[in-house]
C-alpha cells in the first residue's frame, strides 16, 4: 500500500514553460541557450550546477565567462525563473488535501539553488507560503548530489525515507524518470507537463487503498 508520495516540481507542481528560459538567457547573451538547456535534465556547466557539482556563484561565474560579460545572481535567477510559467491553484489545494488524508510529501526534484531561492520564499505560492510549507521532505538534485533518471537519485530517496519501492508513489511528467523509477519497484505516474493531474492522483489511491 502507498505511504508516500514523491511529487517532481517543474511540469507537476509547478507548470513549465521551456520557451521563455531560451529566450531569457539569449537576452543575458547565451545565443547557445537552446543547447545549453534540456526540459528534464540539464547538460555541462548547467548540468553541474543542477547535480551540486559548482555553486551559484561558480555557475555565475562561468556563464559570465560564455556570455562575454558580467551576469549578476539576480539576471541568473531571472533567466532559471522563466521555467515558471505558474504554479496551479490546483496543486497546492491538492498536496494540502493528500497530506490531511494522511500520506507522506516528499518532494523529488531535478533543481538548482537560483530557482530553489524562489521557492523557499513566500512568493512560491499564491497563498503566501513556501514550497517546504507542503512537503514532509525535500530531495533537491543539487543539494543530493544525484539527478533523475540516475537509480542513485530514487535509491538514495529510498534510503533517507527507509521504506520499500513499492510503497511509494511517484509523479513526474518526465517518461525517462518514471521508467527509471519503476524500474526499481516505485509506483509511477506521468501527467502530461500543465495538465490538472489531481483526479488521477486520487484514483489512483482510492484504488490502493480497496
Not at 167 to 179: G, K, Q, W, Y
Not at 191 to 194: D, Q
Given at each position: 500500500?502507498?505511504?508516500?508520495?514523491a511529487?517532481?516540481?517543474?511540469?507537476?507542481?509547478?507548470?513549465?514553460?521551456?520557451?521563455?528560459p531560451?529566450?531569457?538567457?539569449?537576452?543575458?547573451?547565451?545565443?547557445?541557450?537552446e543547447?545549453?538547456?534540456?526540459?528534464?535534465?540539464?547538460?555541462?556547466?548547467?548540468?553541474?550546477?543542477?547535480?551540486?557539482?559548482?555553486?551559484?556563484?561558480?555557475?555565475?561565474?562561468?556563464?559570465?565567462t560564455?556570455?562575454?560579460?558580467?551576469v549578476?545572481?539576480?539576471r541568473?535567477?531571472?533567466?532559471?525563473?522563466?521555467?515558471?510559467?505558474?504554479?496551479?491553484t490546483y496543486?497546492?489545494?491538492?498536496?494540502s488535501r493528500?497530506?490531511?488524508?494522511?500520506y507522506?510529501?516528499?518532494?523529488?526534484?531535478?533543481?538548482?539553488?537560483?530557482?530553489?531561492?524562489?521557492?523557499?520564499?513566500?512568493?512560491?505560492?499564491?497563498?503566501?507560503?513556501?514550497?517546504?510549507?507542503?512537503?514532509?521532505?525535500?530531495?533537491?538534485?543539487?543539494e543530493?548530489r544525484?539527478?533523475?533518471?540516475?537509480?542513485?537519485?530514487?535509491?538514495?530517496?529510498?534510503?533517507?525515507?527507509?521504506?520499500?519501492?513499492e510503497?511509494?508513489?511517484?509523479?513526474?511528467?518526465?517518461?525517462?524518470?518514471?521508467?527509471a523509477?519503476?524500474?526499481?519497484?516505485?509506483r509511477?505516474?506521468c501527467?502530461?507537463?500543465?495538465t490538472?493531474?489531481?483526479?488521477v492522483?486520487?484514483?489512483?489511491?482510492?484504488?490502493?487503498?480497496?
Open positions: 500500500m502507498i505511504k508516500t508520495i511529487f517532481d516540481l517543474g511540469g507537476v507542481i509547478m507548470t513549465i514553460d521551456n520557451d521563455e531560451i529566450r531569457r538567457f539569449k537576452e543575458i547573451g547565451a545565443a547557445d541557450a543547447q545549453l538547456l534540456d526540459p528534464y535534465v540539464q547538460s555541462g556547466f548547467f548540468g553541474d550546477l543542477e547535480s551540486g557539482k559548482i555553486t551559484e556563484e561558480e555557475f555565475r561565474q562561468r556563464l559570465s560564455h556570455v562575454g560579460t558580467e549578476s545572481w539576480d541568473c535567477q531571472y533567466a532559471w525563473k522563466g521555467y515558471v510559467k505558474e504554479v496551479p496543486s497546492i489545494d491538492a498536496l493528500i497530506r490531511e488524508m494522511g507522506r510529501l516528499v518532494l523529488a526534484s531535478n533543481t538548482n539553488g537560483f530557482m530553489q531561492a524562489w521557492a523557499d520564499s513566500d512568493e512560491f505560492s499564491g497563498d503566501g507560503h513556501p514550497l517546504s510549507f507542503y512537503f514532509d521532505r525535500m530531495y533537491r538534485s543539487y543530493m544525484e539527478m533523475k533518471p540516475q537509480a542513485r537519485f530514487f535509491r538514495y530517496i529510498l534510503r533517507e525515507e527507509n521504506t520499500l519501492p510503497e511509494i508513489l511517484f509523479v513526474d511528467d518526465s517518461m525517462r524518470n518514471c521508467a523509477a519503476s524500474e526499481l519497484g516505485f509511477t505516474l501527467p502530461e507537463n500543465g490538472d493531474w489531481t483526479s492522483v486520487m484514483e489512483f489511491l482510492r484504488r490502493d487503498r480497496m
